[in-house]
C-alpha cells in the first residue's frame, strides 16, 4: 500500500506539473509577441558548467519485473554478466481430476517466449528485439534447470501486515538473508542453449495416416523438453513427473496456489559461459500466458452406453505459469582498473575527466548543473542571469529557447556494442524529468520513445571533418522550472537504457545517494565511456548549452 501511495503521489505531481509548465508559460510569452524573428529580441547562447562522477550501481529489487533476463554477456571493457532466473509456478487449474485408470505421462514441455517481432511482409520470419551479445555457435552457453526448493515467502515479515517481500539482484532478500544453495535442487535439464529467431513448429498425429505433422507454430520461444521422447537430460529419476504432480491429484498441495507454492517451489534457470569471451544474453517474457510448463498425459476412459461398455483414451494437458514470484539475479565481474575507476569517490566534488555506465549492477553517472565557474559565479549567479528576484517575486529577463546536456562517447576506450540510448533522471525524488512527460515521440513499430528529450546516440562532424559519437538530452522545461518556478536544482542520474520509457525504479538495498535505478536499466547489460566535466578533451567537456532570447534594449 505504502508503494501503490508513492506512484500515485508522483504520477498525480508529475500531470499537476505539466499544466503547470503550460500555464507558467503562456504567462511569460506575454512579454512580447513574435519574440524569436523579430527585430527586437536575439537568439543568443551561453555553456554552463555542471559537475559529473561515476557512482556504482549496487543491488537492486529484482523481483516484479515486466521481461527478465536470462544469459551470459560478455564486455571487453567492463568485464562479465550472468544473469540467472527463479520463478514460481502456479497451476492453471486447481483440485484437477487426472483420469481415471491407466493414467500415463507423455511429456513434460517448458517454453518461455522471448522478446520478438515479426519482420514485415515475411511471413514467420522474425527478429529477437533484446538479444545481447552473439548468435553463433561460438556464443553458446549452457543452461541448467533445477526444480527450486528455496520458499519464495510473498510478504516481508519485518514490515507491515501489507509489506511485499522484496527480493535484490545479489540473490538476498535483507542483508542478512541470502537465497543460498537451496535454488539447485533436482536437476531437470542441462544442456548447450542459443537463442533462435526461428519460429516453432508444433505437431500433432494425423489420426488418418498416423504421422506426426506440423498443425501451428509458436513465436520464437526457449523450449525444451523435461520429460518424454526428446528430453536431453536423462538424470531424473523414474517416476519424477509423476510423482510430483499426477500423484497428488486429491492432495491439498494441488487445491489452492500458497499450497502449490511450498509445495513446488518453482524452477531455478542457471547460466554458465562455455567460453569465457562469448557468450549470449536475452530477455524472456516469463510473464506471458504463453510461458508455461506443461504435463501431456494420457488415461483410460469407460463410457458405459445400454449395458454396454466402451473404453477409450483421453489425452490432456495440466499446466502450470510463471505467474508467481519471478526474480533475476546477478552475477556481475567488473575489469579491475574500471572497477578503481568506478569507486573512486576523491573527484566527486569537482568531477570526473570520464564517466563509466554500465547496465544491470554496473554503473551510472551524477550530474550536478550550475557548478560554480572559473570567475567565482555560483549557482545563484547563473540562475540570476535569466531572472529577477525581488520580494520572493521572480521575473523572467530571459527565455529559454532550448537547453541540452551534451555527452561525447570516448570512442577508443569504451566497447563497440554501443547502447543506443540513454536516460536522464531526478534521483532525489526518483522520477524522470519534466521534458519526459511533455515528449510525445514514439515509434509506432517499436517500444521506442521520447526521440526528443532523450536524443537517441548520434554522429556528428566537426570543423576539420572528425566524427564523434555524441548523446545529446534536452532538459529546457527542467530548466524554466529550476529558473522562473523556483523550483529545486536537484541532482540528476545518468544511466544506459534498453528502453527509456521503461522509467519506473527498482529501489536499491542499500540507502545511498540515490533511491533506485530505472527498468530500462537493469535490463540492459550495455556500457559506454562518456568524457565528463573534467575530460582532458576540453572540446568534448561534458556541460549545459542553453539558447535564449531577450530584448534589446
Same mark, same amino acid.
Request: negative net charge; proline residues 4%; hydrophobic residues 30%.
Given at each position: 500500500?505504502?508503494?501503490? !501511495?508513492?506512484?500515485?503521489?508522483?504520477?498525480?505531481?508529475?500531470?499537476?506539473?505539466?499544466?503547470?509548465?503550460?500555464?507558467?508559460?503562456?504567462? +511569460?510569452?506575454?512579454?512580447?509577441?513574435?519574440?524569436?524573428?523579430?527585430?527586437?529580441?536575439?537568439?543568443?547562447?551561453?555553456?554552463?558548467?555542471?559537475?559529473?562522477?561515476?557512482?556504482?550501481?549496487?543491488?537492486?529489487?529484482?523481483?516484479?519485473?515486466?521481461?527478465?533476463?536470462?544469459?551470459?554477456?560478455?564486455?571487453?571493457?567492463?568485464?562479465?554478466?550472468?544473469?540467472? +532466473?527463479?520463478?514460481?509456478?502456479?497451476?492453471?487449474?486447481?483440485?484437477?481430476?487426472?483420469?481415471?485408470?491407466?493414467? =500415463?505421462?507423455?511429456?513434460?514441455?517448458?517454453?518461455?517466449?522471448?522478446?520478438?517481432?515479426?519482420?514485415?511482409?515475411?511471413?514467420?520470419?522474425?527478429?529477437?528485439?533484446?538479444?545481447?551479445?552473439?548468435?553463433?555457435?561460438?556464443?553458446?552457453?549452457?543452461?541448467?534447470?533445477?526444480?527450486?526448493?528455496?520458499?519464495?515467502?510473498?510478504?516481508?515479515?519485518? %514490515?507491515?501486515?501489507?509489506?511485499?517481500?522484496?527480493? +535484490?539482484?545479489?540473490?538476498?532478500?535483507?542483508?542478512?538473508?541470502?537465497?543460498?544453495?537451496?535454488?539447485?535442487?533436482?536437476?531437470?535439464?542441462?544442456?548447450?542453449?542459443?537463442?533462435?529467431?526461428?519460429?516453432?513448429?508444433?505437431?500433432?498425429?494425423?489420426?488418418?495416416?498416423?504421422?506426426?505433422?506440423? @498443425?501451428?507454430?509458436?513465436?520464437?520461444?526457449?523450449?525444451?523438453?523435461?520429460? %518424454?521422447?526428446?528430453?536431453? !537430460?536423462?538424470?531424473?529419476?523414474? %517416476?519424477?513427473?509423476?510423482?510430483?504432480?499426477?500423484?497428488?491429484?486429491?492432495?491439498?498441495?494441488?487445491?489452492?496456489?500458497?499450497?502449490?507454492?511450498?509445495? +513446488?517451489?518453482?524452477?531455478?534457470?542457471? =547460466?554458465?559461459?562455455?567460453?569465457?569471451?562469448?557468450?549470449?544474453?536475452?530477455?524472456?517474457?516469463?510473464?506471458?500466458?504463453?510461458? !508455461?510448463?506443461?504435463?501431456?498425459?494420457?488415461?483410460?476412459?469407460?463410457?458405459?452406453?445400454?449395458?454396454?461398455? @466402451?473404453?477409450?483414451?483421453?489425452?490432456?494437458?495440466?499446466?502450470?505459469?510463471?505467474?508467481?514470484?519471478?526474480?533475476?539475479?546477478?552475477?556481475?565481474?567488473?575489469?579491475?582498473?574500471?572497477?578503481?575507476?568506478?569507486?573512486?569517490?576523491?573527484?566527486?566534488?569537482?568531477?570526473?575527466?570520464?564517466?563509466?555506465?554500465?547496465?544491470?549492477? %554496473?554503473?551510472?553517472?551524477?550530474?550536478?548543473?550550475?557548478?560554480?565557474?572559473?570567475?567565482?559565479?555560483?549557482?545563484?549567479?547563473?540562475? !540570476?542571469?535569466?531572472?529577477?528576484?525581488?520580494?520572493?517575486?521572480?521575473?523572467?529577463?530571459?527565455?529559454?529557447?532550448?537547453?541540452?546536456?551534451?555527452?561525447?562517447?570516448?570512442?577508443?576506450?569504451?566497447?563497440?556494442?554501443?547502447?543506443?540510448?540513454?536516460?536522464?533522471?531526478?534521483?532525489?525524488?526518483?522520477?524522470?524529468?519534466?521534458?519526459?512527460?511533455?515528449?510525445?515521440?514514439?515509434?509506432?513499430?517499436?517500444?521506442?520513445?521520447?526521440?526528443?528529450?532523450?536524443?537517441?546516440?548520434?554522429?556528428?562532424?566537426?570543423?576539420?571533418?572528425?566524427?564523434?559519437?555524441?548523446?545529446?538530452?534536452?532538459?529546457?522545461?527542467?530548466?524554466?522550472?529550476?529558473?522562473?518556478?523556483?523550483?529545486?536544482?536537484?541532482?540528476?542520474?545518468?544511466?544506459?537504457?534498453?528502453?527509456?520509457?521503461?522509467?519506473?525504479?527498482?529501489?536499491?538495498?542499500?540507502?545511498?545517494?540515490?533511491?533506485?535505478?530505472?527498468?530500462?536499466?537493469?535490463?540492459?547489460?550495455?556500457?559506454?565511456?562518456?568524457?565528463?566535466?573534467?575530460?582532458?578533451?576540453?572540446?568534448?567537456?561534458?556541460?549545459?548549452?542553453?539558447?535564449?532570447?531577450?530584448?534589446?534594449?
Amino acid at each position: 500500500m505504502k508503494y501503490l !501511495n508513492s506512484v500515485l503521489l508522483k504520477s498525480v505531481s508529475s500531470i499537476a506539473l505539466i499544466f503547470m509548465i503550460q500555464a507558467c508559460e503562456n504567462e +511569460f510569452s506575454e512579454i512580447g509577441p513574435g519574440i524569436v524573428g523579430t527585430p527586437n529580441f536575439e537568439i543568443q547562447n551561453k555553456s554552463y558548467p555542471i559537475t559529473t562522477y561515476t557512482k556504482r550501481i549496487t543491488p537492486f529489487q529484482s523481483d516484479g519485473l515486466s521481461s527478465n533476463l536470462l544469459g551470459y554477456y560478455f564486455d571487453p571493457v567492463f568485464g562479465s554478466s550472468k544473469v540467472n +532466473f527463479v520463478g514460481q509456478l502456479t497451476p492453471n487449474t486447481f483440485t484437477p481430476d487426472f483420469g481415471e485408470t491407466n493414467r =500415463v505421462l507423455d511429456s513434460v514441455v517448458l517454453t518461455v517466449p522471448y522478446e520478438s517481432t515479426e519482420v514485415a511482409g515475411e511471413t514467420n520470419t522474425y527478429k529477437l528485439d533484446s538479444l545481447y551479445g552473439g548468435k553463433t555457435e561460438n556464443d553458446t552457453i549452457k543452461l541448467s534447470i533445477y526444480k527450486n526448493d528455496y520458499y519464495l515467502r510473498t510478504f516481508d515479515p519485518a %514490515g507491515d501486515l501489507e509489506d511485499s517481500q522484496k527480493y +535484490f539482484s545479489d540473490g538476498s532478500l535483507t542483508q542478512e538473508e541470502i537465497i543460498g544453495s537451496e535454488l539447485e535442487g533436482q536437476l531437470l535439464y542441462e544442456g548447450n542453449y542459443l537463442p533462435s529467431e526461428k519460429p516453432i513448429g508444433l505437431k500433432e498425429i494425423n489420426e488418418e495416416t498416423g504421422a506426426l505433422e506440423v @498443425t501451428s507454430t509458436l513465436d520464437p520461444s526457449l523450449r525444451i523438453h523435461l520429460y %518424454g521422447d526428446s528430453v536431453e !537430460n536423462a538424470s531424473i529419476p523414474d %517416476g519424477f513427473w509423476e510423482d510430483l504432480i499426477l500423484s497428488k491429484e486429491d492432495d491439498e498441495a494441488l487445491s489452492k496456489a500458497s499450497s502449490f507454492y511450498n509445495y +513446488f517451489r518453482g524452477l531455478y534457470f542457471k =547460466v554458465e559461459p562455455t567460453n569465457a569471451a562469448n557468450g549470449t544474453l536475452i530477455q524472456l517474457n516469463f510473464a506471458s500466458t504463453n510461458a !508455461n510448463v506443461k504435463l501431456y498425459y494420457s488415461y483410460d476412459k469407460s463410457t458405459t452406453t445400454d449395458g454396454e461398455t @466402451t473404453t477409450t483414451t483421453e489425452h490432456k494437458e495440466y499446466e502450470m505459469l510463471f505467474s508467481g514470484t519471478r526474480l533475476n539475479i546477478f552475477d556481475t565481474e567488473f575489469n579491475s582498473s574500471i572497477l578503481q575507476a568506478v569507486n573512486d569517490t576523491s573527484t566527486n566534488a569537482v568531477g570526473d575527466d570520464y564517466l563509466y555506465l554500465r547496465g544491470g549492477e %554496473g554503473a551510472m553517472a551524477i550530474v550536478e548543473l550550475f557548478s560554480e565557474d572559473e570567475d567565482g559565479n555560483t549557482e545563484e549567479d547563473q540562475l !540570476n542571469e535569466f531572472r529577477t528576484v525581488d520580494d520572493g517575486v521572480t521575473t523572467a529577463k530571459r527565455l529559454i529557447n532550448e537547453a541540452y546536456l551534451e555527452f561525447y562517447v570516448e570512442t577508443t576506450l569504451s566497447n563497440s556494442d554501443l547502447p543506443q540510448r540513454v536516460y536522464l533522471y531526478d534521483i532525489e525524488n526518483n522520477i524522470p524529468l519534466s521534458d519526459f512527460f511533455m515528449d510525445q515521440t514514439v515509434n509506432p513499430n517499436s517500444s521506442d520513445s521520447k526521440y526528443s528529450h532523450l536524443v537517441p546516440l548520434a554522429t556528428k562532424t566537426d570543423a576539420a571533418g572528425v566524427t564523434h559519437k555524441t548523446y545529446k538530452i534536452r532538459i529546457t522545461e527542467h530548466l524554466n522550472n529550476i529558473i522562473i518556478r523556483d523550483s529545486t536544482n536537484v541532482k540528476l542520474g545518468l544511466v544506459v537504457s534498453s528502453n527509456v520509457g521503461a522509467a519506473n525504479t527498482r529501489d536499491f538495498k542499500n540507502n545511498s545517494v540515490v533511491d533506485g535505478v530505472p527498468v530500462g536499466t537493469v535490463l540492459s547489460p550495455k556500457s559506454v565511456i562518456l568524457h565528463g566535466n573534467n575530460t582532458p578533451d576540453a572540446t568534448k567537456k561534458a556541460k549545459l548549452k542553453i539558447y535564449y532570447t531577450e530584448p534589446n534594449n
